[in-house]
T-cell receptor
């Protein structure tokens, strides 16, 4: 059974700090990796996708993928209180459906 | 990113009535759409996978006669909650898969909050 593991948190960081969110996955055949952000009471919003090993940067967000270690992470630089949300790691292999982790709650304090 | 429109955003209905929720991909064709349910403070739960022109595939434990899914076109899927009861009250979210070009991404609708009285 495919599994995506995340620490549920909450991860608390002060405003302006770097938040580091981690995710591991069990299926070695996984090819596509995503980070979604979900605010309380709202639906998930895609913030990053990554398909190959290494880093991918988009503004304050950096996704890191290491397929050998089956590990994907999300760094948020200069964290803002508005970044406080649950971050969902999701993985897909081939034509199968997305497998979501349970999410990590991030709290950024002013 | 691509836009997925979901309507209505909120429904309040009496027990025993049926509720239809629409999910549209606005700027891409989605051969596959997904329906999720989320209870407060819990994870997303995949209910079913909807493929255009064919029957939906339901996850274990999801009653296909209660949650009717129709995916009649490449841009529209509907979920009908039949004979809704209070235990069906939840946040229902659709997503559409954009599997074009070099990427494969799922975009989510804004969700429908269903309250059954």
């Amino acid at each position: 059974q495919k599994e995506v593991e995340q620490n549920s948190g909450p991860l608390s960081v002060p405003e302006g700090a770097i938040a580091s969110l981690n995710c591991t996955y069990s299926d070695r055949g996984s090819q596509s990796f995503f980070w979604y952000r979900q605010y309380s009471g709202k639906s998930p919003e895609l913030i990053m996708s990554i398909y190959s090993n290494g880093d991918k940067e988009d503004g304050r967000f950096t996704a890191q993928l290491n397929k050998a270690s089956q590990y994907v992470s999300l760094l948020i630089r200069d964290s803002q209180p508005s970044d406080s949300a649950t971050y969902l790691c999701a993985v897909i292999e081939g034509y199968s459906t997305l497998t979501f982790g349970k999410g990590t709650m991030l709290l950024v304090s002013p | 990113g691509a836009v997925v429109s979901q309507h209505p955003s909120r429904v309040i209905c009496k027990s025993g009535t049926s509720v239809k929720i629409e999910c549209r991909s606005l700027d891409f064709q989605a051969t596959t759409m997904f329906w999720y349910r989320q209870f407060p403070k819990q994870s997303l739960m995949l209910m079913a996978t909807s493929n255009e022109g064919s029957k939906a595939t339901y996850e274990q434990g999801v009653e296909k006669d209660k949650f009717l899914i129709n995916h009649a076109s490449l841009t529209l899927s509907t979920l009908t909650v039949t004979s809704a009861h209070p235990e069906d009250s939840s946040f229902y979210i659709c997503s559409a898969r954009d599997f074009s070009g070099r990427t494969d991404i799922q975009y989510f609708g804004a969700g429908t909050r269903l309250s059954v009285l």
